[in-house]
């Protein structure tokens, strides 16, 4: 009896452990999430800026900067300026989303960036952006920029997008 009870008792454990992997997936509202990013990614290779992906104050952070807390309108405002300065400077960039990845409550895609300045310099970097989801909104934000490519490749990057403002 005794050895029934202790066997029982493993077998819910197991069963919890392994069911406890799943939850973020059936959690309300985490798969219209990992839907919609999937789609954005698939589609654009860029974050959705869709405001009711997201809780209403968002963590952001990134592989140079701590970040903070953020209003998200006033974010999704600034990267959306940031993704029309960088074509209206007209960036020979091409972008390919690499990877996609689900695990328990984050959500990771891997964008490569390609190209050409307008120098004519070459430009090769990945972008990993990490999501962390929450009561089915996005909530934390982290993005990580291949630090191997050369800062002068990133800076004249940056000035080009600032050019186009």
Known sequence: MDFT??????AVCALLLSSSATFADTAPGFGKVVDRLRA???DTQQ??????LYADNLLVTHNYDPG???DTTKFLTGVGKELNAAKEAGLNQSAELTRFLVADDTIVATVLQ??????????RFYIAYFFKVEDGRIS????WYDRKASEQ???ALRREMKSGE
Request: hydrophobic share 35%; glycine share 8%.
């Open 5 to 10: 009870a202790k066997y029982i008792a493993l």
């Open 40 to 42: 954005s990614f698939e």
């Open 47 to 52: 974050m959705p800026l869709d405001r009711d």
């Open 68 to 70: 903070g807390h953020v």
């Open 114 to 123: 390609t190209g050409a300045l307008k120098n004519g310099a070459k430009s």
């Open 140 to 143: 934390h934000i982290e993005t």
């Open 153 to 155: 490749e990133l800076d």
